[in-house]
């Protein structure tokens, strides 16, 4: 097979996860604007080609560089935390 390079973010391109950054490749774009990509591993990671690698995720999650995958990792706003219950007082 030929090895040519495919533009972000059409299926072959690399691109990496919004809050880890890790690399991934875009196997196949869905129709509901989500991605099926392989988890291509960081340098000194054993490789695993496997399809336990592979995983849908919304396309808006995947970044062309790593840098622009941090940055917006810092931007988002974090989830809500869970409000604990009350102790100590038992409706009657």
């Given at each position: 097979m030929l090895a040519?390079?495919?533009p972000f973010?059409?299926?072959g391109s690399k691109g990496f996860v919004l809050g880890t950054c890790d690399p991934?490749?875009?196997i196949r774009k869905n129709d509901d604007g989500t991605a099926l990509v392989r988890r291509d591993p960081r340098p000194h990671e054993i490789r695993n080609r496997d399809a336990s690698?592979?995983?849908t995720m919304p396309m808006a999650d995947?970044?062309?560089t790593e840098s622009e995958a941090f940055d917006a990792s810092m931007k988002a706003k974090p989830k809500?935390?869970?409000k604990k219950a009350r102790t100590g007082r038992v409706s009657k």
């Open positions: 040519t390079a495919s973010p059409f299926p991934v490749t875009i690698g592979n995983a995947i970044f062309e809500p935390r869970r």
